[in-house]
């Protein structure tokens, strides 16, 4: 145990990502219930490796467009070999904690609110995986979300209040999922709005160490909905349309 402990506690001391994700695989490889430290760290070392390239396929697909509409055959050859690079190196960190977490994480998950993250988190990077694969295996991959989802949200809504910041971050990311990759604006205004109206009524239950969370949470909510309804009314013209929010961005902490 105490050379878990050491190894958790080098881990704050990293700078390199890739050493810090090829730590807490180590840790998750144990086959032992991770403790909430050790969950959140491994959550934003990933995050960190493919938030950078997901970032960086959406200005590279951009680019693409545009010059796809100018015509520039030999400047659109780079884009597009750049692009393949950047959506091998997706796949293949996807296919990293997607293994890590059907091999060891999700077996030794012991707590409903464990359970809930891992799940939740398996449904994002297969979301991931959708966001920029085509054909068969766009349509494998949001599959394979929706059933992570899915598993995630009924374990969320037996063991989890309505206000855990874990379970409005699977709400926020799975109703993103219904938007993005399902296309279906209505089921995610649904599921945010659920979400959102449950927390509400609930507020004052909601502890103060999950406090921050759970109301930032919420506020994301809260704009996807506005930026939704705002595009299904038809306001958001193509011209400035954004981005929904999801909560990749943040380390759960309860």
């Given at each position: 145990?105490?050379a878990?402990?050491?190894?958790?506690?080098?881990?704050?001391?990293?700078?390199c990502?890739?050493?810090?994700?090829?730590?807490m695989?180590?840790?998750?490889?144990?086959?032992?219930?991770l403790?909430?430290?050790?969950r959140?760290?491994?959550?934003?070392?990933?995050?960190?490796?493919?938030?950078?390239?997901?970032?960086?396929?959406?200005?590279i697909?951009?680019?693409?467009?545009?010059?796809?509409?100018?015509?520039?055959?030999?400047?659109?050859k780079?884009?597009?070999?750049?692009?393949?690079?950047?959506?091998?190196?997706?796949?293949?960190?996807?296919?990293?904690?997607?293994?890590?977490?059907d091999?060891?994480?999700?077996?030794?998950?012991?707590?409903?609110?464990?359970?809930?993250?891992?799940?939740?988190?398996k449904?994002?990077?297969?979301?991931?995986?959708?966001?920029?694969?085509?054909?068969n295996?766009r349509?494998?991959?949001?599959?394979?979300?929706?059933?992570?989802?899915?598993?995630?949200?009924?374990?969320?809504?037996?063991e989890?209040?309505?206000?855990?910041?874990?379970?409005?971050?699977?709400?926020?990311?799975?109703?993103?999922?219904?938007?993005?990759?399902?296309?279906?604006?209505?089921?995610?205004?649904?599921l945010?709005?659920?979400?959102?109206?449950?927390a509400?009524?609930?507020?004052?239950?909601?502890?103060?160490?999950?406090?921050?969370?759970?109301?930032?949470?919420?506020?994301?909510?809260?704009?996807?909905?506005?930026?939704?309804?705002?595009?299904?009314?038809?306001?958001?013209?193509?011209?400035?349309?954004?981005?929904?929010?999801?909560?990749?961005?943040?380390?759960?902490?309860?």
């Open positions: 145990m105490s878990r402990k050491d190894k958790v506690h080098l881990i704050h001391l990293l700078c990502v890739s050493e810090m994700v090829e730590s695989k180590k840790v998750a490889s144990m086959d032992v219930e403790t909430v430290e050790e959140n760290l491994l959550s934003v070392a990933y995050k960190n490796v493919i938030g950078a390239r997901r970032a960086s396929w959406r200005i697909s951009s680019l693409e467009q545009k010059e796809e509409n100018k015509g520039g055959e030999d400047k659109l780079m884009i597009r070999e750049y692009r393949k690079t950047v959506e091998k190196e997706l796949k293949s960190i996807c296919n990293d904690i997607l293994d890590v977490l091999k060891h994480l999700i077996l030794a998950a012991t707590t409903g609110e464990s359970k809930v993250f891992y799940y939740k988190m449904g994002d990077y297969h979301r991931y995986l959708a966001e920029f694969a085509t054909g295996d349509k494998e991959a949001a599959e394979n979300s929706l059933v992570a989802y899915k598993a995630a949200s009924d374990i969320a809504m037996i989890l209040p309505p206000t855990h910041p874990i379970r409005l971050g699977l709400a926020l990311n799975f109703s993103v999922f219904y938007y993005e990759i399902l296309n279906s604006p209505d089921r995610a205004c649904r945010a709005k659920e979400a959102f109206d449950n509400i009524a609930e507020l004052d239950t909601l502890s103060e160490e999950s406090y921050k969370d759970s109301t930032l949470i919420m506020q994301l909510l809260r704009d996807n909905l506005t930026l939704w309804t705002s595009d299904v009314q038809g306001d958001g013209e193509e011209q400035n349309k954004e981005a929904p929010q999801d909560a990749e961005e943040e380390a759960q902490r309860d």
